[in-house]
């Protein structure tokens, strides 16, 4: 079971990023809402298609490359534990912010 999980590190750092994204989704969306909401209607709904395309594609993209480095870096006990701590704290993290 252990080496399944281990050789789908880039499943497991993609499952990750995709997750901190849908909990701070929420976030990032009001950070930049609040700084376009003057914008003229087309222009706001422009940015947010961006946002949302380029954005928290590039985001994801990034954010599993740098998991992905990680974990590479660490043995297969080590990312079984690391992995099995880090979801787990990803869990406590969306139950903190209501997501649960």
């Known amino acids: 079971m252990l080496q399944y999980l281990y050789e789908r590190q880039p499943q497991v750092a993609m ?3 995709a ?4 909990i701070y989704g929420n976030d990032i969306n009001r950070f930049f809402r609040r700084r376009v909401k003057q914008w003229e209607f087309p222009l706001r709904v422009l940015f947010f ?3 949302c395309a380029f954005g928290y594609g590039y985001a994801s993209l990034m954010l599993t490359r740098f ?3 990680i ?3 660490l043995d297969i006990w080590t990312f079984s534990g690391a992995t099995l701590i880090c979801f787990i704290a990803l869990g406590l993290l969306a139950e903190h912010k209501k997501q649960l």
């Not at 997750?19 to 849908?22: I, K």
Request: aromatic content about 12%; charged content about 0%.
């Open 15 to 17: 499952a990750m990023a």
């Open 19 to 22: 997750t901190l994204l849908v």
């Open 49 to 51: 298609v961006c946002l």
């Open 71 to 73: 974990f590479a870096q």
């Open 67 to 69: 998991l992905q480095y």
